[in-house]
């Protein structure tokens, strides 16, 4: 399985492929699904192109999206997008009058308040995406986490953006991540990391994930110029074995 990440905490600056608007966000999401994307996730963004969990924010944004793809639609969680735990908890505990919550949300295991966010998350019925980096106690947290079985899946992120030792580092976080209390992995990479990251985890079964959030770049160097060609790419050299990871 190959999520499509469409923008992340990105801006206007990163160029004008990068989709802000709830319209921009739907259009790339549809492309990018028509190229062989099965899942989303996708930053909301406030007027001025900020991070946003408000549900102000999300409700426009989810409606834009789902009127145009049937695949699953997350959301970030990300304390840069809210930086005070407490008021991260009453903006998400704040979904349950959306008309329709996200699918599923990405929670940074190693950010405080991650336990009590995952919990509410649940508690509203959306799919949790435990997100464990490489380089910090989020996969120590996770493995003696109680909310670890009740997870969607595990989204490992190697946050090392050398292609000389990103696969190293992806394989030591996979290591420290264990099984993952038996969910299911995503693992992926960023920057120069990102394609390294992603033909490992063809290689080993895992589903992974592509997108401006992740990358601007297509593998040979050049500027993407959407998510779709991203992912026609990633399709191209992700591998068969790949395409069973959400199983993995």
Known sequence: MVQVCLNGPRGSADGAMVPLTPQAMAESAARAVAAGARDLHVHPKSPCGHDSLSPRVLAPTLAAIRARVAV?????????????????????????????????ASVNWHEEGAEE????LIELGVGVEAGIWSGTDGAARF???????????VLAEVTDTSADTAEDTA???????????????LLHGEDGGAWPVLRLAGR??????????????????????????LVTEALARYGPRGQEGQHA
């Open 72 to 104: 699953p639609v997350g959301v970030t969680t990300g304390a840069w997008a809210e930086p005070h735990a407490a008021d991260r908890l009453e903006r998400i505990r704040g979904w349950a009058g959306l008309p329709e919550p996200p699918d599923h």
């Open 117 to 120: 966010i995952a919990a509410a």
């Open 143 to 153: 493995a003696v986490s109680p909310l670890g079985p009740r997870v969607l899946r």
């Open 171 to 185: 394989r030591a976080l996979l290591s420290g991540v264990g099984r993952a209390h038996g969910r299911p992995v």
């Open 204 to 229: 080993l079964g895992l589903a992974t994930r592509i997108g401006l959030e992740d990358t601007l770049l297509l593998p040979d160097g050049r500027r993407a110029r959407s998510n779709a060609q």
